[in-house]
Nanobody, 126 residues
Framework: QVQLVESGGGLVQAGGSLRLSCAASGRTFIMHVMGWFRHAPGKGREFVAAISGRSGSTRYADSVNGRFTITRDNDKNPVYLQMNSPKPEDTAVYSC???????????????????WGQGTQVTVSS
C-alpha cells in the first residue's frame, strides 16, 4: 500500500525558515514526479512546487518562487520543501503527492497526482 507521510510543519515567524519532509512507502518513487500542494481555509488546493524524477527539474508557483526550494534525496524521504522567508499568506496544510506513472512532467494540476499524504499544518505568524 502506497503511503506518503509529511512532517516538519509547525508555527514559524514571518521571515524565518521551515523544512517540510515527505516519507514514502509501498513503492519506489525515485523515478516519479513529486509535488507539494497546500490548502488554506476558504481556498482551493494550490500548487506549490514539483520536482521530476529523472532530471530533477523543478517548477514553482509564482507566489513562492525565490523563497521555497524543493529537493529530493533518497527513496525513503523522496522530497523536501525548504521554506525561507515565509509570509502569513503561506499558512496552510501542506501535502506531498505523486502520480502513479513514472517519468512524468512537473505538473501543477492536482488531478495529475494519484497519491497524497494527509498533510502537515504550517502556520506563519506576523
Amino acid at each position: 500500500q502506497v503511503q506518503l507521510v509529511e512532517s516538519g510543519g509547525g508555527l514559524v515567524q514571518a521571515g524565518g525558515s521551515l523544512r517540510l519532509s515527505c516519507a514514502a512507502s509501498g513503492r519506489t518513487f525515485i523515478m516519479h514526479v513529486m509535488g507539494w500542494f497546500r490548502h488554506a481555509p476558504g481556498k482551493g488546493r494550490e500548487f506549490v512546487a514539483a520536482i521530476s524524477g529523472r532530471s530533477g527539474s523543478t517548477r514553482y508557483a509564482d507566489s513562492v518562487n525565490g523563497r521555497f526550494t524543493i529537493t529530493r534525496d533518497n527513496d525513503k524521504n523522496p522530497v523536501y520543501l525548504q521554506m525561507n522567508s515565509p509570509k502569513p499568506e503561506d499558512t496552510a496544510v501542506y501535502s506531498c503527492a505523486s502520480p502513479r506513472s513514472p517519468f512524468g512532467n512537473t505538473g501543477d494540476n492536482p488531478p495529475d497526482y494519484d497519491y497524497w499524504g494527509q498533510g502537515t499544518q504550517v502556520t506563519v505568524s506576523s
